[in-house]
């Protein structure tokens, strides 16, 4: 037996019996996450940033995360909000998000004020 092959038996032997966190969802960090949102705030957010009646936005219930929204919804952090992004998303921005293939949650807040001063240029 190799180095190698001495090596990868060894990596079998200590994982017996434990389960693999990167197959198994409830392993995700990302599902570790749950929206710190309260009624109060979630019903300013339309007022504040001036969301558009036409576009529905629901308030997440305790089951619900931000990476796994509910069926035709997206996640937003309220820190983009703050950050400059606002609904609808302009056809320049969608376009950058879609270039990376992400969705408004996956990027930082920071993201937007450069993409809107980029924009801005």
Known sequence: MDLVEGWVEHVRELSR???DPDSDPKYW???QYHSDVNLSDFTKL???YKVPEGIRLIFPNKADRPC???KGHIA???DALAYGM???LHLFFRAILRSYN???Y???PNFWTQAIGTWLI
Do not use: K, W
């Open 17 to 19: 019996g434990h389960e």
């Open 29 to 31: 960090a990302c599902n």
């Open 46 to 48: 339309r007022y504040h």
């Open 68 to 70: 796994s929204p509910p």
């Open 76 to 78: 937003i952090m309220n």
């Open 86 to 88: 606002r609904l609808p």
């Open 102 to 104: 992400v969705c408004p």
């Open 106 to 108: 996956q990027v930082s």
